[in-house]
């Protein structure tokens, strides 16, 4: 709840990623079990700026980039979640099969989570849009989560995650439904209009660069970069 004291009205820090600032701290939940081998950046995709495999649609981003190409993952991590969620029959034959969007919201770590819609939304690349994950659309969304990404990859799927319309800039609509997730809709927790308004505009001042009452991902990034909490608190606990 806004608290008030002095005559004036205390807004709270809004808790999307990192620390300081308007973005205040989001809270992902924890960390991705992986174990890290050591590899290059390998197998699939061509190469963004940065080196990183660009792997599948996204529109309207087109590539995306993913870190998960240097990451082992154990039969008893990735594969056994994922095979968790198919019927037994089907388990054989893991890498041909698409779990419904119904099914991943199952796993306790994303049934909690504020984000959990637009999280498959941006991971799946189903073509109907349905929100399903293949195999490799779930070792996207542990790679993106795991300690091993990079914070640069991090912000690309956060911003995508905030781009509530996908149209590859957080305009006011997409900040307040950020917030909204964060803080619920309900009586008591809901900001008030103006309150609202005045959350929004301390965060387009912090991160409105270009001054076009938009932010996009470099200026998105830009803040991130000063965030140094973000990279460990963009996690999820499978």
């Given amino acids: 709840m806004p608290r008030s004291g002095g005559g004036r009205t205390q807004l709270p820090a809004c808790p999307a990623p990192g620390g300081g600032g308007p973005w205040g701290a989001l809270p992902w939940g924890g960390v991705l079990e992986t174990e890290t081998c050591g590899g290059a950046a390998g197998s699939g995709g061509a190469k963004g700026p940065a080196g990183v495999a660009e792997v599948g649609p996204g529109p309207p981003w087109g590539a995306r980039p993913v870190s998960c190409r240097g990451t082992c993952w154990t039969s008893t991590s990735a594969h056994k979640r994922f095979s968790e969620l198919l019927p037994k029959e089907e388990r054989e034959s893991i890498l041909l099969k698409r ?73 006011r609509k997409d900040l307040e439904k950020l917030v909204n997730c964060l803080t619920g809709e309900g009586d008591e927790t809901r900001l008030s209009e103006s309150e609202m308004d005045q959350l929004i505009q301390n965060i387009l001042e912090e991160s409105d660069i270009d001054k076009d009452g938009t932010i996009n991902l470099s200026e998105f990034q830009h803040v991130i970069s000063r965030s140094p909490d973000f990279a460990s608190s963009f996690k999820i606990v499978l």
């Fill in 99 to 171: 779990v419904p969007k119904s099914k991943i919201l199952t796993l306790p770590e994303l049934r909690a989570n504020p984000f959990q819609d637009r999280i498959c939304r941006v991971f799946s690349t189903a073509e109907d849009g349905d929100g399903s994950m293949s195999f490799e659309d779930f070792l996207d969304l542990l790679s993106v989560f795991s300690d091993s990404a990079t914070v640069e990859i991090k912000s690309h799927y956060a911003f995508r995650i905030f781009d509530f319309d996908d149209d590859g800039i957080l305009d």
